[in-house]
């Protein structure tokens, strides 16, 4: 993540995002680039999206990455996000979710140390949200961070037959499913 030379206030960042192809987070003035997605990235995004969608309960619903979601003067995108209300918009682009219940960020080398740091920190200050999924693509490692009485707790699966479940959503995803089709996953079994 490459940071801009040059701090924007709020309505600058949004006037100039319109004009951009690629896609930008904004946190406190600053603009991070997003990085390129690997394969692997990208097959966990879809396995993600795929696996939730099958398992969830109405009125729960699954949008897959490309939606930011707006935290104060923040603005941020996860891989994948889980609303179980209706969507409330930031704007009438309808591009920027204000609600998530759940978020999900697969963890890059080059992304992991922001997405566990500084969106980690901002994620949990939003009301609506009762999970947090962290997803390693270089390991078979599932970590979700769960709001229970006003306090975040960590559960971690780390082998291949193991289950994820977020609890305030009654939601089990087999890791199985989480993984399918990624290569390295040849050493591990």
Not at 40 to 58: D, G, I, M, W
Not at 84 to 91: A, D, G, H, K, V
């Amino acid at each position: 993540m490459a940071t801009a030379e040059k701090l924007l206030s709020l309505e600058e960042f949004l006037a100039w995002e319109k004009a951009q192809t690629e896609r930008y987070e904004y946190v406190a003035g600053s603009i991070y680039a997003m990085a390129g997605m690997s394969d692997e990235h990208n097959q966990l995004s879809t396995n993600l999206v795929t696996a939730c969608a099958a398992h969830l309960t109405s009125p729960c619903r699954v949008r897959a990455e490309g939606l930011k979601v707006q935290i104060g003067a923040t603005f941020l995108y996860p891989d994948a996000m889980i609303l179980c209300s209706p969507p409330l918009f930031f704007n009438a682009r309808r591009d920027t979710i204000l609600n998530p219940t759940v978020i999900f960020e697969v963890l890059s080398e080059s992304t992991e140390a922001f997405d566990r740091g500084e969106k980690f920190r901002r994620y949990r200050s939003l009301a609506s949200l009762k999970a947090i999924v962290f997803v390693s693509q270089d390991r078979i490692l599932v970590e979700c961070w769960s709001r229970k009485d006003d306090a975040w707790q960590a559960q971690e699966w780390e082998t291949i037959n193991e289950i994820m479940e977020i609890e305030a959503l009654s939601l089990q995803v087999p890791l199985t499913k989480i993984y399918d089709g990624l290569e390295f996953l040849d050493l591990v079994q």
